[in-house]
Structures are given as C-alpha cells and as structure tokens.
C-alpha cells in the first residue's frame, strides 16, 4: 500500500507531494505529525480537467515500467513522449519518492519502506540513474530509526541482506535499476518484497481504450490468471476462473449479475466492453481476483455508469478495500455520487493556476486537511453533497 509521493521536475509537478514520507513516519506526536495525513485504502483524486490527476497516474506508472524495462525504454511507452519532453526543467533531475506499507512475509506485520529514484539526462539526453536509495523504517525500543538497505550513486553502492550485512556493489547499466535486479533475489528479502509490490500495480483502462484488434480483444485461445488493461480478455479470465476453480466462478458470476441491473435477466456473459453495464462487469471481476494487484489505479471508473451502478461499484471498492488491507485502489474520477460515502481523509483535490507563459503550479491538498470541510463532514453531510456545494474544488476567478 502506497502511504505518499513526492514527484519532483516531471510532467506537471514542480515539487508536490501526496500523503507522508518516512521522514513524516518518525515525527513524534505533535502539531506537525498531526498535519500529515497518508494515502488510504481507498483514495478518491478530483479536481478540474487538466489540473495533474492523470498525470499522477502516469507518473507511478513510469516507475514501474522503470523498474521492468529501464528508465530510457520506459519514456516512450504507453504513450510517453520521450524523456526530454517529460522533464519540466532540463536543467534539474527528476526524483520519485514512495512511501509503503508493506506485509513482511515473515512476521506478517507492516513493512514500512520508502523507495527513492533520481534521474538525470546524459550527453545525449537519454535518462540514466544518478541516484537510487531504499530506506527502511523500524521501531527499536521507544525511537523509530531509518536505514538505507539500498544505496547507490552514479551505479556505485551497497545492499544489505536480510541479516543486516552491508555488500558493495555496482550497475553496469546506467538505464536500469538497482532495485530491479535485487528486487528479483529473495535472499534480499525487503528488497524482493518491494519489488514485488511495485511490479503488482495495475493500471486499468477500462473506461479509456477501445481495443478493436483480434489479439488484444482476447480472441485467442487460453486461460488467462488477470484482466489486461484494457479488459478485453475477460473471455480468456472466465475461462481460467471456471477451470481453476468452478464453485468459485459460479458464486462470483452470480454475485456480479445480482449486483448489475441491467444483467438480471441475461444468462450469457457480456462479450463487449462498449455497454456501461459491461464495464461494471468488469470492474466487479477485477475486485474479486483470488490474487488481487497491490494497488490497483483506475481513470474515471464511472464514466457512463447511471448514478444506481455508480453506487454499486462505490460499494464494491469499500468491501475490497477492508477484505484486502494491504491492497489498495486510487481513482479519478470527476463524479460526486461515488465519493458520497468516502470520508474526508481519502479525498484527494487537485488545482492548477495557470499564468501567463506557462502553465505551473500545480497543487494537491488532503481533504480532511480543510477545517470547513471536517466540520461539515462531522455533522453527516456526505462527501458528494459537500463537493457540490463547492467546498472542495472551486477557485477564485472561475
């Protein structure tokens, strides 16, 4: 579960920050550790268009091609324009920090890590690693004491295993990763269990893509374990579901057409994705994988969906974010009806100004931050009713 980033020189962002660092984990109680208010289980990003929610997005999900396919490939993919038209000052690095919580394999309790990437252009412009730090926070005794367990600078570093013996090391590959080669060795097992989150974050594009090509409509035969993106091999996850494990996929069909108006009284399953009521299919099937993704992020899940279905899938993410407590979701979304039940705390409100030639300043603020808004909250008005009534989002001058 992510609990906060920090994404500095990329995209939109100058410098902003979402949630808490490990720095905000070892505050003592008082004023300033109070202020800080972490991701959750479920986390709502609103805002108007073209104020940085997308991009957020999209920048996570450049770590995490980072992480598999190397820094330079990963900034043409999934539609990136390339390096250089990524970086909002060619002048200063780029610097990605996330902060988890994370289930020890072992003990089976929280993991608290943050991952820490910095990157610079080379003469040719082309990104390389310059700076790449994992830190580990822990309790011992009364203090909270962080440690690098990954260290490295200009490919130059060091490692710790699991117990505690510090070994140097070095990259030969400027465009990849520390973390996605000790990522992948168990011996390094805070280092694998990172790594493994990260590589368990799903993007989903469901009510974005409209894929038309024989393969990727998931014509081709087989089972497949997960929904791609863009969902358009549910056929081939129904069919794995059903020979994994029948009784299971008849309860899980009969869950979701129960749930879907519109689907009550079919007894084929959808094998489109342009009907709204397919598309909720798909998300309530996505929210019952026996191996759920770790954090899983959607872009305006209820687009299209009319206000009951809208209410359903609201539902569903709330029962999956307390039978998964160390999974997570994050959404945009630009729709009051789904956030109506959310609390204050897991509201996030983007804002741009734009001024005259060019357009910075981009800002992210917690709900559950605004005293307004917690007062209102506090007395029973719902989430929903209060960024109607303009508490959350409006701006002078619009």
């Known amino acids: 579960m992510i609990l906060g980033v920090q994404i500095v020189n ?40 073209n104020t940085g929610k997308t991009s957020l997005l999209m920048a996570l999900s450049y770590v995490k091609r980072a992480l598999n396919v190397g820094v330079a490939q990963a900034a043409t993919l999934d539609g990136r324009p390339g ?6 000052d060619k002048n200063k690095p780029v610097e990605f920090k996330i902060f988890f919580r994370i ?4 003990t089976l309790k929280s993991k608290y890590i943050q991952y820490e990437l910095v990157l610079d252009a080379n003469e040719f412009g082309s990104p390389v690693v310059t700076e790449e730090r994992v830190r580990l926070s822990s309790k011992k005794g009364e203090e909270i004491v962080i440690e690098d367990i990954l260290c490295f600078k200009d490919g130059e570093g060091f490692v710790l295993d699991k117990n505690g013996q510090r070994q140097e090391a070095s990259i030969g590959d400027s465009h990849l990763t520390a973390l996605s080669a000790y990522g992948k060795i168990k ?3 805070s280092l694998y269990e990172l790594h493994k ?13 409209n894929v038309k090509t024989y393969y990727m409509e998931g014509n081709a035969p087989g089972g497949h374990k997960h929904l791609s993106s863009s969902g358009a091999n549910v056929n081939n996850v129904l069919e794995y579901m059903e020979k994994q494990d029948a009784a299971y996929y008849e309860k899980v069909i009969t869950e979701i057409t129960q749930k879907i108006p519109q689907m009550k009284k079919k007894k084929n399953l959808p094998i489109t994705l342009e009907a709204s009521p397919d598309r909720l299919f798909l998300y309530l099937l996505l929210l019952r994988d026996k191996d759920p993704h ?4 959607m872009e305006t899940p209820d687009r299209d969906l009319y206000h009951d279905m809208v209410e359903v899938l609201a539902d569903e993410m709330r029962d999956f974010a307390f039978d998964h407590p160390y999974n997570q979701i994050i959404f945009t979304t630009h729709n009051p009806y789904i956030v109506e039940n959310m609390s204050p705390a897991e509201i996030w409100v983007f804002k741009r100004e734009y001024g005259e030639e060019e357009d910075t300043n981009v800002s992210i603020t917690c709900a559950g931050s605004d005293p307004v808004v917690a007062a209102l909250f506090k007395e029973g008005v719902g989430m929903g009713a209060i960024w109607y009534g303009g508490h959350l989002d409006s701006s002078d001058g619009e």
């Open 83 to 88: 390096y250089s038209n990524l970086v909002m």
């Open 294 to 297: 770790t954090t899983i992020f």
């Open 10 to 49: 990329y995209d939109v962002f100058e410098n902003e920050c979402l949630g808490i660092l490990i720095e905000d984990s070892a505050l003592k109680a008082g004023e300033e550790a109070k202020k800080a208010i972490r991701l959750r289980s479920i986390n709502a990003l609103i805002g108007r268009n």
């Open 103 to 106: 289930r020890d394999n072992v």
């Open 197 to 209: 989150e990260i590589d368990g974050w799903f993007f989903c594009k469901f009510s974005t893509e």
């Open 187 to 189: 011996t390094y097992d």
